[in-house]
């Protein structure tokens, strides 16, 4: 299991390590229909078991970056409201995609907003990106806003590019550039 840390995103939100005691938590906020309606990879119905396998997975170091590249979003308290990390393709060093949720209740307040900022800052200076990527569903015009407000420029539109329940899903794919400073 990776070192425990800590990363302030400000005064109310942070990032953290996933926790065992987490269990609970994930399968209620990720058990809901309008939730599993905009995410690709999460199941549904979702379980404890998947759950514990979601922490097992997340809690390993990146063998080449040596660190997390997934990390669970908590308030000032410790309560979990989401999830954020890089899904990264074997090999490719120089990119990342980075995807987020956020349990129903905490949806509209800024949050992710937020949170893609802090994670971007990580992927440019501890990672060592030269782009991060974003998929967004072609029907999720609020995940668009998130990235559009945090640099992320429309790249293009791309369709029948996800199969989720035998249905063909358009969507957007958004990237953001390291922006090179001159000294």
């Known amino acids: 299991m990776a070192t425990k840390t800590t990363i302030s995103i400000n005064d109310e939100y942070c990032l953290t390590e996933y926790r065992e005691t987490d269990v609970r938590q994930l399968v209620d906020l990720l058990d809901t229909p309008e939730l599993y309606k905009t995410t690709f990879s999460i199941p549904s119905p979702y379980k404890e078991s998947d759950a514990k396998y979601w922490i097992q ?9 040596k660190t997390l590249t997934n990390w669970a979003i908590r308030d ?3 309560k979990l ?3 954020i990390g890089f899904i990264l393709t074997e090999g490719v060093t120089h990119r990342g995609e980075v995807g987020y949720w956020l349990g129903t209740p905490f949806w509209g307040r800024g949050i992710a907003t937020q949170v893609v900022a802090k994670v971007c800052e990580i ?3 501890q990672f060592d ?4 990527t974003a998929h967004v569903f072609s029907f999720n015009p609020a995940s668009c806003r998130v990235l559009e407000k945090n640099g992320f420029e429309n790249e293009g539109f791309v369709k029948k590019h996800f199969c989720k329940n035998g249905q063909l899903i358009d969507a957007y794919i958004f990237g953001r550039l390291r922006v090179e400073t001159t000294s």
């Open 123 to 125: 992927g440019f200076e």
């Open 81 to 83: 409201l989401g999830g």
């Open 57 to 65: 997975f997340a809690t390993r170091q990146h063998p080449h970056f």
């Open 129 to 132: 990106f030269d782009k991060i």
């Open 76 to 78: 000032k308290n410790g």
